[in-house]
């Protein structure tokens, strides 16, 4: 699945922050599985742009075009940040919003003969893309939602990040170092000094994030790395193969 030519062919697709692709592309590579990365535009303390989950997701999706022959597509890039309201900048839509724009782009999809979505998440408050994924494969269609927690601790572990999963919420060492690897131009001066720590957020729905922290930043930023980011990145992609697998093999 991973062999030069995939590479070489994706990295047409994955070239920039939105794909780079023409029609032709398209139809020369005719890739049956298409990724679709979904962020959102919610604070991120103040060292991290609006736009950090979105080009996490994009990142991430960068890495399984170059990897593999998939159909990359141009993120959707607000969706359900509730939980962030409270710092000036977070834009959200609902969740029967967020789970209609993804399902019209599956199907449109389906029309166009790409028979499999891959939804690339990068925040984890898009809590509706499990629901949507669980329905869609129910009827039939076929969908996964990538990363698993799996695959991003199987990532952490590679990239020896020392934040747990849990402790790294928001803003902390993973998003940090990812885009430190991928977009340092977008990486402020503050995270070196930003940490915070509330591992106890079980009134997180009900309280939001202003709840639990000031600044926004829920993690240890100040661990955060270019070499981490590049780590992770290189774990997740190669974690999608058996994705690719699974939802193109035949029926």
Not at 51 to 61: H, P, S
Not at 78 to 91: D, F, L, N, Y
Not at 96 to 125: E, F, K, M, P, Q
């Amino acid at each position: 699945m991973s062999g030069s030519g995939a590479r070489t062919d994706g990295w047409k697709a994955a070239h920039g922050v939105l794909p780079a692709d023409t029609t032709e592309d398209v139809r020369t590579r005719d890739a049956r599985v298409a990724v679709l990365p979904v962020g959102s535009f919610e604070q991120h303390g103040p060292y991290l742009p609006l736009a950090t989950d979105t080009l996490v997701a994009c990142a991430v999706a960068r890495g399984i075009a170059a990897a593999y022959p998939v159909h990359l597509l141009p993120p959707v890039t607000v969706s359900c940040s509730h939980e962030h309201a409270a710092w000036p900048g977070t834009v959200s839509i609902s969740a029967v919003t967020l789970h209609a724009v993804v399902s019209d782009i599956a199907a449109s999809l389906r029309r166009s003969g790409v028979d499999a979505l891959v939804v690339v998440n990068g925040h984890g408050g898009n809590y509706v893309l499990g629901n949507l994924v669980q329905e869609a494969s129910a009827r039939g269609e076929r969908m996964a939602l990538f990363p698993a927690a799996e695959d991003w601790e199987t990532a952490r572990e590679r990239a020896k990040v020392a934040t747990s999963l849990l402790t790294d919420m928001h803003a902390g060492e993973i998003e940090t170092s990812i885009l430190l690897h991928a977009h340092p131009e977008f990486v402020r001066p503050g995270h070196e000094s930003a940490d915070f720590i509330a591992d106890d957020r079980r009134h997180l729905l009900t309280l939001g994030m202003s709840g639990y922290s000031e600044s926004g930043v829920i993690g240890r930023p100040s661990l955060g790395s270019a070499d981490k980011g590049r780590k992770l990145l290189a774990s997740l992609a190669e974690s999608f193969a058996p994705y690719l697998a699974l939802l193109a093999a035949p029926e």
